[in-house]
């Protein structure tokens, strides 16, 4: 699903990944563990080009995305992220935060189509083979009333419909995060990328995060985590990543790399968090 | 004092039985009228340029772009505002062959100066939004410019308000020189009234006052939506 190609990512003289080569398959849920500093957040922010990498290559569904020529906004609709300080929209309602992205998209894309229609249009006119029209067969309202459907249903399902139409500034950290995970979803986004999603949150609210993403890794979700609950990416990971000093230095099975690490460094992290 | 109630006699002679006050209303009106739209068309030059000043600079249009946009607040920043005026009326205006009445001359380049101003407010306000918000927008595929649009710049401009509202101040107080180009704002107004009645002290303390209430009470309007701002803030 994204195939990851000497990724590398330098800030002035530091050098903060140097060279990664891995691949995310489809259904897999990876963790990523490591200490601070080890360029972990770097390295989940260049799989969707939040941070634009130094060289290297990211393959997301048979597209070098990190390619400054490929319209990066149509690819970052299919890789859901959520971050470690929610990042929820203060200016917009709940719903509205689910709503912006997927009403935006479609009603541009709405405009477009009658634009280009306009313009068959006026051509048809002037000469005798007729282009076809593109078929337009939603209205405005009905996009609208469509993606409110969604995010209702969405909202619904982690049980905080009655907080459509309050600001993120009156919510809790663990409900702004699970509707900062949901807004991510209304995308239906294709994998999910999590930079420490619990590390912000009061330990009583570390729980029902876990849960919702939890869930989401039992339906199939593709995802990479970047985490510091181990009991977690033991729980859900089917891979482990251990990233030290911008490389990835060990990578396994949760099993093996918590009963079993073979790297010095993986140990001694390990030996620090456990 | 017998003097001064003369005085008041005759102005109001000049002010209500003679029409004057129709004068004093449409130059109130032009005042207002050159400072709102002036501000208008300021902040939606200043929201431009201050969006192009954060635009990443990797490519080469944004980086002439904002060579541009310094340079053009350089110099309306750089120069009197009268002088603007003259430039404007007289030079630029006549060499384009640009016909225009004075009073929206006087909008077009109030609107071009407060632009100027209201683009470093504006950028200051954006900086004042958390990174992350644009990032989340950035995230879910919406373009840099729809995510200024939709997220950032609502965010900075309410942290801007009560300085926008300190510019429209200052715009209504710098309208006072428009009869430079012949536009009749206040100072015609009352001008007219003392050069009828060749009396001329107190026009002009009630041009004063005029102003003194008009910037008071903008003041005071500014203030109470600051409280309300803080207001709603305080859940954070
Ligand atoms: N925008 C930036 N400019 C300069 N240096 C940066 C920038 N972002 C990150 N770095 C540096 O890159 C290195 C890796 O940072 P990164 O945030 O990826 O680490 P991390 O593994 O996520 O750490 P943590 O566990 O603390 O979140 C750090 O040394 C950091 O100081
Ligand atoms: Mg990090």
């Given at each position: 699903?994204?195939?990851?190609?000497?990724?590398?990512?330098?800030?002035?003289?530091?050098?903060?990944?140097?060279?990664?080569?891995?691949?995310?398959?489809?259904?897999?849920?990876?963790?990523?563990?490591?200490?601070?500093?080890?360029?972990?957040?770097?390295?989940?922010?260049?799989?969707?080009?939040?941070?634009?990498?130094?060289?290297?290559?990211?393959?997301?569904?048979?597209?070098?995305?990190?390619?400054?020529?490929?319209?990066?906004?149509?690819?970052?609709?299919?890789?859901?992220?959520?971050?470690?300080?929610?990042?929820?929209?203060?200016?917009?309602?709940?719903?509205?935060?689910?709503?912006?992205?997927?009403?935006?998209?479609?009603?541009?894309?709405?405009?477009?189509?009658?634009?280009?229609?306009?313009f068959i249009k006026l051509r048809n006119v002037f000469t005798p083979d007729k282009k076809p029209l593109y078929e337009i067969n939603t209205t405005k309202a009905q996009i609208k009333e469509e993606v409110r459907a969604n995010a209702m249903r969405l909202l619904k399902r982690i049980g905080l419909e009655d907080?459509?139409?309050?600001?993120?500034?009156?919510?809790?950290?663990?409900?702004?995060?699970?509707?900062?995970?949901?807004?991510?979803?209304?995308?239906?986004?294709?994998?999910?990328?999590?930079?420490?999603?619990?590390?912000?949150?009061?330990?009583?609210?570390?729980?029902?995060?876990?849960?919702?993403?939890?869930?989401?890794?039992?339906?199939?979700?593709?995802?990479?985590?970047?985490?510091?609950?181990?009991?977690?990416?033991?729980?859900?990971?089917?891979?482990?990543?251990?990233?030290?000093?911008?490389?990835?230095?060990?990578?396994?099975?949760?099993?093996?790399?918590?009963?079993?690490?073979?790297?010095?460094?993986?140990?001694e992290f390990l030996s620090k968090v456990l | 004092m017998g003097n001064f109630g003369k005085k008041i006699e005759v102005f109001w002679k000049m002010f209500?039985?003679?029409?004057?006050?129709?004068?004093?209303?449409?130059?109130?009106?032009?005042?207002?009228?050159?400072?709102?739209?002036?501000?208008?068309?300021?902040?939606?030059?200043?929201?431009?340029?201050?969006?192009?000043?954060?635009?990443?600079?990797?490519?080469?249009?944004?980086?002439?772009?904002?060579?541009?946009?310094?340079?053009?607040?350089?110099?309306?920043?750089?120069?009197?505002?009268?002088?603007?005026?003259?430039?404007?009326?007289?030079?630029?205006?006549?060499?384009?062959?640009?016909?225009?009445?004075?009073?929206?001359?006087?909008?077009?380049?109030?609107?071009?100066?407060?632009?100027?101003?209201?683009?470093?407010?504006?950028?200051?306000?954006?900086?004042?939004?958390?990174?992350?918000?644009?990032?989340?927008?950035?995230?879910?595929?919406?373009?840099?410019?729809?995510?200024?649009?939709?997220?950032?710049?609502?965010?900075?401009?309410?942290?801007?308000?009560?300085?926008?509202?300190?510019?429209?101040?200052?715009?209504?107080?710098?309208?006072?020189?428009?009869?430079?180009?012949?536009?009749?704002?206040?100072?015609?107004?009352?001008?007219?009234?003392?050069?009828?009645?060749?009396?001329?002290?107190?026009?002009?303390?009630?041009?004063?006052?005029?102003?003194?209430?008009?910037?008071?009470?903008?003041?005071?309007?500014?203030?109470?939506?600051?409280?309300?701002?803080?207001?709603?803030?305080?859940?954070?």
């Amino acid at each position: 699903m994204i195939d990851i190609i000497d990724l590398r990512k330098r800030y002035g003289n530091l050098e903060v990944l140097k060279g990664i080569t891995n691949t995310i398959h489809e259904g897999e849920k990876v963790a990523i563990i490591g200490p601070s500093g080890s360029g972990k957040s770097t390295f989940l922010r260049c799989l969707n080009c939040l941070e634009d990498p130094t060289s290297g290559q990211i393959i997301f569904e048979g597209v070098n995305i990190a390619d400054m020529k490929v319209d990066i906004n149509i690819h970052r609709r299919h890789i859901g992220m959520v971050f470690q300080q929610f990042n929820l929209f203060n200016n917009k309602t709940v719903i509205d935060n689910i709503m912006l992205a997927p009403l935006h998209i479609k009603i541009s894309e709405l405009r477009k189509k009658k634009i280009k229609n306009f313009f068959i249009k006026l051509r048809n006119v002037f000469t005798p083979d007729k282009k076809p029209l593109y078929e337009i067969n939603t209205t405005k309202a009905q996009i609208k009333e469509e993606v409110r459907a969604n995010a209702m249903r969405l909202l619904k399902r982690i049980g905080l419909e009655d907080k459509a139409n309050a600001f993120p500034s009156t919510l809790s950290g663990g409900q702004k995060q699970r509707i900062a995970i949901i807004r991510a979803l209304a995308m239906n986004p294709k994998v999910m990328l999590f930079d420490e999603p619990t590390s912000a949150l009061d330990p009583e609210m570390v729980g029902e995060v876990l849960d919702l993403i939890k869930q989401l890794a039992d339906e199939g979700m593709t995802m990479v985590i970047v985490t510091h609950e181990m009991g977690f990416a033991r729980e859900v990971a089917t891979r482990v990543l251990f990233m030290d000093e911008g490389m990835i230095v060990e990578e396994n099975t949760p099993e093996e790399i918590f009963n079993n690490p073979r790297n010095p460094r993986t140990k001694e992290f390990l030996s620090k968090v456990l | 004092m017998g003097n001064f109630g003369k005085k008041i006699e005759v102005f109001w002679k000049m002010f209500y039985e003679s029409n004057g006050y129709t004068k004093v209303l449409t130059g109130l009106q032009n005042t207002m009228y050159i400072a709102t739209v002036g501000l208008a068309i300021g902040i939606v030059i200043g929201t431009i340029i201050a969006i192009i000043a954060v635009i990443p600079k990797y490519k080469r249009l944004p980086r002439i772009l904002d060579r541009f946009c310094k340079f053009y607040v350089g110099l309306f920043r750089g120069t009197p505002v009268v002088v603007q005026l003259l430039v404007f009326y007289y030079v630029v205006f006549p060499l384009m062959g640009v016909k225009m009445p004075s009073v929206n001359v006087c909008v077009l380049v109030f609107g071009l100066n407060s632009g100027a101003y209201v683009s470093e407010i504006m950028r200051s306000g954006i900086m004042s939004v958390d990174p992350g918000q644009l990032e989340a927008a950035r995230a879910v595929g919406l373009s840099f410019g729809v995510s200024m649009m939709k997220v950032v710049v609502p965010q900075a401009v309410k942290n801007i308000l009560p300085t926008l509202g300190n510019e429209f101040i200052a715009l209504i107080k710098e309208t006072s020189v428009v009869s430079f180009v012949g536009a009749a704002d206040l100072y015609v107004a009352f001008n007219y009234i003392g050069t009828n009645s060749y009396e001329f002290m107190v026009p002009y303390l009630v041009m004063a006052l005029i102003y003194i209430v008009l910037v008071m009470a903008i003041a005071l309007l500014v203030r109470i939506m600051e409280r309300s701002l803080r207001k709603s803030d305080r859940h954070n």
